[in-house]
């Protein structure tokens, strides 16, 4: 009983913010979630109640409730849509911490967070490994789109259509000192974010060719630590903690103007989760975390907002068009929408075709994917369906995730539409100059 009071305790910290919801329901005309199950404990307003009730005993199952908050793509579309401005991501990422610290990581869980995500070169190590031995486990599927799936039936990789890993991380040869590091012009460090340094490091390379362009003076540390998302959003805590001060160890010693990422999970994550979710460490801690994030930016809102990219640099091949998936990291946690769709016309090689709810989720949710890939694909069907209509034989995005999420929807719909990042795009416009 003392350990469940202590639970209750912790949460009744949150009760200034749960209060906050009137039980409007403006969250499940929003919710992906609740859209596909119609279940009041998929969506904002349930969830909300649920760990209300638990932090005042009239529930007293925390893993139950665990379960339902786990079952949340943390999208952010109902904390974007709420009147009251009730703060659900934050309520729902530390409940997740507090029932987590509580209950305790499942040992899976365990051994892939703290063994080998908190040590990067643990990890690096595992998915270089992961590299060597996939081609024999795989076969093409789509040449397009370059997805592969499983030879064989697997409990992890399932019906998933995926794209593999790369033979090393991009990091590894990306690795790179400021040419001028006492000269003038903008200096910025680059953090791929793990999909991009290990599956899609083409988008790292693209991102090279811009800033080499537009003579952006470029550091890339030789450790990439992972931003500590996919460790919270599992309720741990003491990994994201522990991979926040590794980054902030890496990028304090070098100055620069910005921290730029390519990736928009990783970015909101540095601006809006970093601050959020170390209000527990040292106030010393605290300040730096706070110097880092407000020099981070996306890469398509530093291209077009600080280097005032705009005007097209080729002229529009009208036989091409190019239509854009809005990541909620992007759009919902950031506010960041004209500036990608700017990056693109600026490359002026595809015309830009919107789709219809270009905002809609993907359904990838990160770990939600792994755990309910059904849900998620068909949460995606949304989105493929949005996309086939433009009619565009590319279709781009901010995000890597979302980049695997719509691989996999146009590989099994046997669609041939490429997926690129915005940044592809412009680097390849500008390679033809």
Known sequence: MADMRKLVRMLNELDEDMVQCVRCGMCQAVCPLYAETGREADVARGKLVLVENLSK?????PRAVKERLDKCLLCGSCEAACPSGVKVLEVFLKARAIITGYLGLSPVKKAIFRGFLSNPDR??????WMARIQGPFSRNVNETLGSSCARFMSPVIGDRHYLPIAAAAWHKKGRRDFQHPKGEGIKVAFYPGCLVDKVLPRVADAAMKVFEYHQVDVFVPDQIPC???PALASGDRQTFEHLVEKNLDIFEKVPFDYLITPCATCTATIVKLWPM???LLPEATRDRV????EKTRDINEFLVSVLNVGTAEMPADPGRSVTYHDPCHLRKSLGIIDQPRTLIKAAGSRKLVEMKDPER????????????????RKIGEKKLNCIAATGADTVATGCPACMLQITDLLSHA???VSVRHPVEIYAEAIGNI
Do not use: P, R, V
């Open 57 to 61: 005993e009239i529930l007293k199952d």
């Open 123 to 128: 990890f690096d190590g595992l998915l270089k």
């Open 227 to 229: 931003c500590g998302i």
């Open 277 to 279: 979710m170390t209000d």
């Open 290 to 293: 706070q110097a880092l994030s």
């Open 361 to 376: 989720c993907c359904g990838m949710g990160g770990s939600f994917n792994l755990q309910h890939y059904e849900t998620s």
């Open 414 to 416: 046997g669609l041939s």
